[in-house]
């Protein structure tokens, strides 16, 4: 007998909307943006002038698989967490069935649900997640951990054929920063704090974790950490695996903890293994993550270059010097395109400024079709931060680029977090808008780069569709960098075949190029078919021991990363 429906009403727990990003009334709109149409009809052919956005979806038309979990098994779990923090009721659980990935939204909003979680369980503290795993495990149920949804990898979703009862272990109640030590810079905080809630509780005592990626507003700290996230200020902060110092991992029967120490030599790093693992190792329920004093003073300067060419070494020279900048940004030319498109109408003088600087720049015999847009960040004492931006200033200088101010940084700043609503603004519009990103040496990154941007054109002359792909570099480290590609075009009548074959063959692009399969979406099911070219077949080898034999049951989000 399965359990009956419970109201979700009592879980004080906010979850992003069930058909797209963020929250509900919040979206891209163009109609403030005079560039914007014109910008999208050239680059796929979709005119916004006749494009009427689709409907949205109704939940109702929805046909939700029904819950498999026995009346008994919610009723135990409900004497664990409190009934009213056991759900089963179909919007739960379709919120708790796919990520935010392109994939998740076009199948969700058709309807196409083939496997969902048959109970969403939120406990309020790590001795009711070890109740909860426990209870789970003896039913050989399947555990699969939730922050924020906003996995784009394929890590949330159960397998379409997977027989045994799923659990969604909602660790949203899990939220606090629990302690923070001042004179080590670290804080403990729990796993299921989303990123604005952490920084506020952190910025009240006058701290930051300095972690800020694209999904920020709607991800949490163990999602972070259990898919190797990078920020957008990992140049001064580190990306994930850098902040996390120690960790506490709930697995059958007890607790993995590793204790925050600076460094160890203790064998082979576990921290290391359960950063990346995407809920295989176990439950994260609580981190030690390193912190920073809040900086005195944080500016981002916004850059042009003549090219790619010339930016790219700019911030390969910048990697190399004595600057220790928070944020090292550049687009190449067609992503510069894209955010000049996406500004508001400037009027009066800064419309006359902008005019000049474009008069300027030609006048110098710059291609503007060529030139990219760089963000370059600041923070520290104000002594700290003036003599950055001087090493910063002096190699733009070298590999001619000028700084425009800090005007657009402080635009870009606030906006930063805004990216995602613009594919859904497409998807309402029958096109697609993904991304793919990736890592690799700076001797290869022009490589990578050209690599990607063929692929792209190939695979889109393939699906006969007018399509566009765009880059910037995001991270940057001593031997080399992030690259973040976007691409769209408009669906046909194969919406999902027609994207698989362009991030198919952008993905592949950047194994052969030299780069990496993801460098910091994760693995999951999305990218697990590059893993075995990207760290060899024996690397799979390994990671697949590892997984069976710290999980000989395969109850925790099993076949996710490797099978």
């Known amino acids: 007998m399965t359990a009956p429906a419970r109201p979700a009403?009592?879980?004080?727990?906010?979850?992003?909307?069930?058909?797209?990003?963020?929250?509900?009334?919040?979206?891209?709109?163009?109609?403030?943006?005079?560039?914007?149409?014109?910008?999208?009809?050239?680059?796929?052919?979709?005119?916004?002038?006749?494009?009427?956005?689709?409907?949205?979806?109704?939940?109702?038309?929805?046909?939700?698989?029904?819950?498999?979990?026995?009346?008994?098994?919610?009723?135990?779990?409900?004497?664990?967490?409190?009934?009213?923090?056991?759900?089963?009721?179909?919007?739960?659980?379709?919120?708790?069935?796919?990520?935010?990935?392109?994939r998740d939204l076009v199948r969700v909003r058709a309807g196409e649900i083939a496997r969902t979680p048959d109970v969403v369980v939120y406990p309020a503290d790590e001795a009711e997640v070890r109740a909860v795993v426990d209870t789970a495990v003896d039913l050989d149920a399947v555990i699969i951990p939730f922050g924020g949804g906003s996995n784009i990898a394929g890590s949330l979703e159960p397998h379409a054929d997977e027989d045994r009862v799923v659990v969604s272990l909602d660790l949203g109640r899990l939220r606090r920063v629990l302690d923070i030590d001042t004179d080590s810079g670290t804080?403990?905080?729990?796993?299921?704090?989303?990123?604005?809630?952490?920084?506020?509780?952190?910025?009240?005592?006058?701290?930051?974790?300095?972690?800020?990626?694209?999904?920020?507003?709607?991800?949490?700290?163990?999602?972070?950490?259990?898919?190797?996230?990078?920020?957008?200020?990992?140049d001064k902060y580190g990306d994930i695996a850098d902040i996390v110092r120690g960790?506490?991992?709930?697995?059958?029967?007890?607790?993995?903890?590793?204790?925050?120490?600076?460094?160890?030599?203790?064998?082979?790093?576990?921290?290391?293994?359960?950063?990346?693992?995407?809920?295989?190792?176990?439950?994260?329920?609580?981190?030690?993550?390193?912190?920073?004093?809040?900086?005195?003073?944080?500016?981002?300067?916004?850059?042009?270059?003549?090219?790619?060419?010339?930016?790219?070494?700019?911030?390969?020279?910048?990697?190399e010097s004595d600057a220790a900048p928070?944020?090292?940004?550049?687009?190449?030319?067609?992503?510069?395109?894209?955010?000049?498109?996406?500004?508001?109408?400037?009027?009066?003088?800064?419309?006359?400024?902008?005019?000049?600087?474009?008069?300027?720049?030609?006048?110098?015999?710059?291609n503007l079709d060529e030139m990219c847009l760089s963000f370059i960040g600041f923070e520290g004492g104000a002594a700290h931060a003036k003599r950055q931006k001087a090493i910063v200033d002096r190699i733009v200088r070298r590999h001619h680029g000028l700084g425009v101010g800090k005007g657009p940084g402080a635009l870009y700043d606030q906006k930063k977090f805004d990216t995602p609503y613009i594919r859904d603004f497409l998807l309402d519009r029958g096109a697609a808008g993904d991304v793919s990103e990736t890592a690799a040496p700076?001797?290869?990154?022009?490589?990578?780069?050209?690599?990607?941007?063929r692929a792209a054109h190939d695979a889109f002359g393939r699906i006969g569709r007018r399509g566009w792909i765009m880059s910037h570099l995001s991270h940057s480290y001593h031997s080399g960098a992030c690259l973040y590609f976007t691409f769209a075009f408009v669906f046909g009548d194969d919406p999902l075949g027609e994207y698989d074959t362009v991030k198919r063959a952008v993905q592949q692009a950047f194994i052969d190029a030299g780069g990496t399969l993801s460098h910091h979406h994760g693995v999951g099911l999305e990218h697990a078919p590059w893993l075995e070219q990207d760290i060899s077949p024996q690397g799979v080898t390994v990671l697949s021991g590892l997984l069976a034999a710290a999980d000989p049951g395969g109850n925790f989000n099993p076949r996710k990363i490797v099978v």
């Not at 939700?64 to 967490?81: C, M, N, Q, Y």
């Not at 700076?442 to 941007?453: D, I, N």
Request: avoid cysteine; proline fraction near 4%; charged fraction near 25%.
């Open 9 to 102: 009403g009592t879980v004080d727990v906010k979850h992003m909307k069930w058909w797209g990003w963020g929250v509900e009334g919040v979206g891209f709109r163009h109609e403030d943006k005079p560039a914007f149409a014109p910008f999208v009809e050239k680059a796929i052919g979709l005119d916004l002038r006749q494009a009427a956005s689709t409907t949205r979806p109704d939940f109702a038309d929805l046909k939700v698989p029904d819950s498999r979990a026995p009346e008994k098994f919610v009723d135990a779990l409900g004497e664990i967490v409190g009934d009213g923090n056991v759900v089963v009721d179909d919007m739960a659980r379709i919120v708790h069935t796919y990520g935010k990935s392109l």
């Open 187 to 234: 804080a403990r905080i729990q796993a299921g704090a989303l990123g604005p809630d952490l920084e506020a509780q952190l910025n009240e005592a006058g701290w930051t974790l300095g972690h800020f990626p694209d999904s920020f507003t709607h991800s949490t700290l163990g999602g972070w950490v259990a898919t190797r996230s990078s920020g957008m200020q990992s």
């Open 247 to 319: 960790l506490r991992v709930v697995r059958p029967g007890g607790v993995l903890v590793i204790r925050p120490v600076p460094s160890a030599s203790t064998g082979p790093s576990v921290r290391e293994m359960v950063v990346g693992s995407e809920g295989r190792l176990g439950v994260i329920t609580e981190v030690t993550a390193q912190v920073h004093r809040l900086p005195e003073k944080r500016d981002i300067y916004a850059y042009f270059f003549k090219n790619l060419d010339h930016g790219l070494a700019a911030m390969r020279e910048i990697a």
């Open 326 to 366: 928070s944020v090292t940004r550049i687009s190449d030319a067609n992503e510069t395109g894209f955010s000049l498109a996406t500004g508001k109408e400037a009027k009066g003088i800064a419309k006359a400024a902008q005019a000049g600087l474009m008069a300027f720049l030609k006048k110098r015999g710059w």
């Open 442 to 453: 700076w001797s290869k990154l022009r490589q990578v780069h050209a690599e990607a941007y």
